[in-house]
């Protein structure tokens, strides 16, 4: 019913700035919370960040809160994850999902359509 696609990963350096975007297709993309997970090497993945339906609740891991923002447009179906300062920690595989629910959610299992992924590589 929902497919993704990530687009925007690449090389940057440490303290700069990348912005992902996540298109999606679908009649009631609007209806669906969506998400942003990654996972680095050697690791499981993990959420990043989350916004509901109307884009009025957003949730963000601590590891980068404050320095990335998620938002999404219902019209072009689309949602993007900006990221500010960017560390090498954040060097990861990062994928959009989407999940029927009412309001954002932190949890995977809660996601039932994911994307392939968009390599984010930070150099120091």
């Known amino acids: 019913q929902v497919q993704l696609a990530e687009s925007g990963g690449g090389l940057v350096q440490a303290g700069g700035s990348l912005r992902l975007a996540c298109a999606a297709s679908?009649?009631?993309?609007?209806?669906?919370?969506m998400g942003w997970f990654r996972q680095a090497p050697g690791k499981e993945r993990e959420f990043v960040s989350a916004?509901?339906?109307?884009?009025?609740?957003?949730v963000y891991a601590d590891s980068v809160k404050g320095r990335f923002t998620i938002s999404r447009d219902n019209a072009k179906k689309t949602v993007d994850l900006q990221m500010n300062s960017l560390k090498p920690e954040d060097t990861a595989v990062y994928y959009c999902?989407?999940?029927?629910?009412?309001?954002?959610?932190?949890?995977?299992?809660?996601?039932?359509?994911w994307g392939r992924g968009t390599q984010v590589t930070v150099s120091s």
């Open positions: 916004i509901n339906w109307n884009g009025d609740n957003t």
């Open positions: 999902a989407a999940a029927a629910r009412m309001s954002a959610v932190v949890t995977i299992t809660a996601y039932d359509y």
């Open positions: 679908g009649r009631t993309f609007g209806r669906y919370v």
